[in-house]
């Protein structure tokens, strides 16, 4: 009877061409892996400075094992707090330039806590069309009105905003979309924000370490000093670690200590994955060259991909949709460059909306310029096969 069920409900996602299965990598994340004994390109890691393997990263790690050993073994209010867990949190609060920070288990678990702590049943909370999923979930467990804006648009924003003069609010938004790869646009959210008495949050999870000099995100990208209330972030993409960050003031995070239930009723990351993000803040600051090495590529990849013809939007970011329609595209193109040993993902509903599945790309600084040629010139003829550009 139950199987029925799952079957039936398998049936209705494979026929809408959604169907996902798990790749297994036999091999460390880096710009090639093993997949099934061949040899594969990476293009679609969101370690974007290729730091998986990193020697320092990995020493980092041992060393807190063989001085903590593995598991944290508890939440960070029971006992799975630790001397290195505030220690990270220091140097992330340094690392964007606020009074304090705090850290969760995941960037998704970070989203849902924190929203959901902040805002209550009383609150409006404004968020960007394209928001991340971890969001979206966060502002549906906050119990709060949710009102949607159009995507990177400052001026529906402001109408919307007008409508609810006088209301506790949150404005929230990625920063470096996850999909798009765009860069929303802070200093004309941040001037809403003040103007309406609304706190902003931004959700730096894809730009931290990636985008700004030093690798600082958005903001930084911007050159905005302060104005933005709350700071997200993981530790799970550039930084080839796990863990997600909230930076802000000290009564956020005394706040959220205490109220943020995915902080409070879930075990503390362990010693060694602390130790592996406090050693990669420490390489994405000090190391502003893989960052020069990622945004050349990432342009010169882009400007190349839209030369041919592909639908692709022009961002100063690392990642690159190519957007196709059909989900069946998607996925058919992506096999095909498998086939050339090329990974690239194909991205389909729900992680994009019906309609626009793509192809999304991550570059990396360790990608070699013969190798994303070699992409190039395989993306091109797939695409030219499969009628997406003309020949
Ligand atoms: C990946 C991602 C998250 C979740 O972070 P994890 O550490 O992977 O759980 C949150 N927000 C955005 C925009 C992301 O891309």
């Known amino acids: 009877m139950t199987e029925n069920l799952f079957d039936k409900k398998l049936q209705q996602i494979k026929a809408d061409g959604l169907h996902r299965q798990m790749r297994y990598l036999e091999s460390p994340q880096g710009s090639h892996v093993r997949i099934a004994g061949e040899d594969i390109l990476m293009l679609s890691s969101n370690s974007y400075l290729g730091l998986c393997f990193d020697d320092r990263l990995r020493s980092a790690a041992h060393a807190a094992l063989e001085q903590y050993g593995t598991g944290s073994g508890g939440s960070r209010l029971t006992t799975g707090s630790y001397d290195i867990h505030k220690k990270l949190e220091e140097e992330i609060a340094a690392f964007k330039g606020t009074e304090a920070a705090l850290v969760f288990a995941t960037g998704y678990m970070a989203n849902v806590g924190i929203i959901s702590a902040v805002a209550g049943k009383n609150w409006v909370i ?63 959210l941040v001037e809403i924000a003040r103007k309406h008495q609304l706190l902003l949050m931004v959700d730096d999870a894809h730009a931290t370490g990636v ?6 995100g958005t903001a930084e990208h911007f050159g905005l000093d302060g104005g933005i209330d709350i700071v997200m972030g993981t530790l799970s993409k550039a930084l080839a670690s796990e863990g997600g960050f909230v930076a802000g003031s000290h009564s956020l995070m005394d706040c959220l200590v205490n109220s943020a239930r995915s902080f409070i009723f879930s075990t503390a990351p362990a010693p060694a994955t602390i130790a592996v993000s406090i050693a990669a803040l420490d390489i994405v600051r000090k190391e502003p060259a893989a960052r020069e090495t990622l945004r050349g590529h990432s342009l010169w990849f882009r400007k190349e991909l839209r030369t041919m013809g592909f639908n692709v939007e022009d961002h100063p970011t690392p990642i690159i949709s190519i957007v196709l329609g059909r989900p069946d595209v998607a996925v058919d193109f992506s096999k095909r460059l498998m086939a050339k040993k090329i990974f690239v993902s194909a991205i389909r509903p729900p992680t994009v909306p019906a309609g626009t599945s793509r192809l999304r790309i991550n570059i990396m600084a360790t990608h070699k310029k013969e190798e994303l040629t070699r992409a190039l010139v395989a993306i091109g003829d797939v695409g030219r096969s499969l009628g997406v550009i003309s020949s």
Do not use: M
């Not at 985008?211 to 600082?216: D, I, W």
């Open 126 to 188: 404004f968020s960007d069309r394209l928001s991340h999923a971890s969001i979206i979930d966060g502002c549906r467990l906050s119990g709060a009105e949710i009102v949607v804006y159009e995507h990177c648009n400052p001026a529906d924003l402001e109408r919307k905003t007008s409508r609810y003069r006088g209301r506790q609010g949150l404005i929230v938004t990625d920063g470096l979309f996850s999909v798009d790869g765009d860069i929303a646009p802070l200093p004309a």
């Open 211 to 216: 985008l700004g000099k030093n690798g600082g």
